[in-house]
């Protein structure tokens, strides 16, 4: 087969079904090209910008005796908005646009119409990827939200007017609600006792010593040594937590015992102004100290690149639980604070179902023979170096001898 038994031997053409007998076609290709000239410097530099799009210029005409009828449909055609298909004698059949377009008639030749039109290629129109920054919007609703607590909290709290046995009694109760963030962290329930007359102050306490436990899990430190129990974390000492916080999984659980922890401490009956003031502060603090456990649990599970869709959801499950505790209270709570908690629940929820749902899942090896884990890691992945991955997630201690029998949780890919 030749090239005249591939195309049309009269030279037909279309666009939008009107035909018309082509005369010319001639086609602009090839790539467009940006040239970048330097002073004082020889040799430019030419970006490639990508494929120019193609033109077609095709000289065609419309004859006979009714000639002009079909003219008036291929005029019409050339106008009509939007893409349509040409078919092109030489070049197939593509979707194109009229760009530009020219005809002339003669009385030296009557009965024909003769066109110049310029195709061009209509392409596909790509719209730019867009997604939404979930780790982002997360981080947003807690710093509503604690904006929200510490101005609530401020208008609440008061020791005006409280002197000795009323005072030393609010240092108990203070410290009885932090006291679960204490046993983590250490050196909260000492300093936030001094500091009852600032309410600004007992704010920053509680929220950096939720902070501590946020900023020691999300260091970048060797995963390692965070099992093993080497790291920092595990240290006591002022600025360090009492216990190791080990995975942000494990960080989310203490924040949710922490944060839950004020629940056990008596509310004073308000028999006497005393007590009455007593009680609205217990209960200002506990809902201060569960809030800001809160927005740090989901900073924690927002910020975190999870290996493995379990513990993505269960950490996500112990830091909406904890929301859900503050949005469930008994207490009254003000209608800015609620708010910002359940954009709060919604945001990170979004953040869980967007990123969990794109990581591979836990299950269980059980090599048969005491192997190295590099081996394991070979045969598993097909990649050595996620030894590591494998030691840290079952707490190995001699990576060089992982026994035979023992059952393994490995990342399904």
């Known amino acids: 087969m030749t090239w005249r038994d591939r195309i049309d031997p009269e030279l037909r053409g279309s666009y939008r079904s009107v035909e018309f007998f082509v005369e010319r076609a001639d086609t602009t290709a090839g790539r467009r090209w940006l040239v970048h000239e330097y002073p004082r410097r020889d040799v430019p530099y030419t970006e490639d910008m990508g494929r120019r799009a193609k033109e077609y210029r095709l000289a065609f005409f419309v004859a006979g005796d009714d000639y002009d009828l079909q003219r008036d449909k291929l005029i019409e055609a050339l106008d009509a908005p939007g893409a349509a298909t040409l078919v092109h004698p030489y070049m197939g059949t593509m979707s194109a646009v009229a760009t530009d377009v020219r005809f002339s008639e003669t009385t030296r030749e009557g009965g024909a119409c003769t066109f110049e039109v310029t195709f061009t290629e209509s392409g596909l129109q790509l719209e730019p990827a867009t997604s939404v920054d979930t780790q982002r919007e997360v981080g947003q609703a807690a710093d509503a939200v604690e904006k929200e607590a510490e101005k609530d909290f401020l208008e609440r709290w008061s020791v005006e007017g409280l002197t000795g046995f009323s005072l030393d009694a609010i240092e108990r109760d203070l410290a ?238």
């Open 176 to 413: 009885a609600v932090v006291d679960g963030l204490d046993q983590f962290v250490g050196d909260i329930a000492e300093e936030i006792t001094s500091v009852i007359r600032f309410p600004v102050n007992i704010v920053g306490l509680v929220l950096g010593g939720y902070n501590r436990i946020r900023n020691a899990v999300m260091r970048p430190v060797n995963a390692l040594d965070l099992y093993s129990g080497n790291s920092v974390l595990s240290l006591g000492g002022s600025g360090r937590l009492r216990t190791t916080a080990g995975t942000p999984a494990r960080a989310v659980r203490m924040l949710r015992e922490a944060g839950t922890a004020g629940d056990s401490v008596a509310v004073p009956p308000a028999d006497t102004p005393e007590n009455t003031q007593r009680a609205g502060n217990v209960v200002a603090a506990s809902q201060l100290n569960g809030r800001l456990a809160a927005t740090t649990a989901a900073r924690v599970v927002a910020e975190t690149d999870w290996l493995s869709r379990q513990d993505a959801e269960r950490a996500g499950q112990d830091a909406l639980a904890l929301i859900d505790h503050e949005l469930q209270t008994a207490a009254p709570i003000s209608d800015d604070v609620y708010n910002g908690l359940v954009a709060l629940r919604a945001a990170l929820s979004t953040d869980l179902r967007t990123r969990a749902l794109a990581m591979p899942s836990l299950t269980q090896y059980t090599p048969q023979a005491t192997l190295p884990a590099v081996v394991i890691a070979h045969r598993l992945y097909g990649d050595a170096t996620r030894a590591d991955e494998i030691c840290v997630r079952n707490n190995v201690r001699h990576p060089g001898a992982l026994r035979g029998g023992m059952a393994l949780e490995v990342l399904s890919e």
